[in-house]
């Protein structure tokens, strides 16, 4: 499937969940606009454009555990809104947050993206 103006929104989100979880950058990428804007909800502005969202991930790819595990998702024209549980390595130690992913697709890529992060549970060693 091609990535324009044909293709389903959804897709486009589901195989950059599908590269995110393979830590493959260049996957992953494929499916950002070059001038795309990635926020922390509702309105801080984390990465704009490919090269910053591409750093960020970069690094975020490095975490051994790192998983995101869709619960639901909903799409309604070009957005796509996603709940999560995100599997991280914290500076405290592994866990999990839930996330809330709201993307706005155009011509088959992602054009802007809104996280909203949960509070992180560390996962318990002990018993």
Request: include cysteine; charge should be negative; glycine fraction near 6%.
């Amino acid at each position: 499937m091609q990535d324009d103006q044909s293709t389903p929104p959804e897709y486009c989100v589901q195989q950059q969940l599908e590269a995110y979880n393979a830590r493959d950058i260049d996957a992953f990428m494929r499916w950002w606009a070059e001038d795309c804007c990635y926020y922390g909800f509702p309105d801080q502005l984390l990465a704009k454009g490919t090269a910053e969202i591409r750093e960020r991930h970069l690094i975020r790819f490095r975490e051994p555990n790192l998983h995101g595990r869709l619960i639901t998702r909903l799409a309604l024209d070009n957005l796509v809104i996603d709940q999560e549980v995100v599997t991280r390595s914290f500076p405290e130690g592994p866990g999990e947050v839930d996330v809330i992913a709201i993307y706005e697709i155009k011509g088959g890529k992602i054009s802007k993206a809104w996280f909203k992060m949960g509070k992180a549970r560390l996962h318990n060693s002990s018993p």
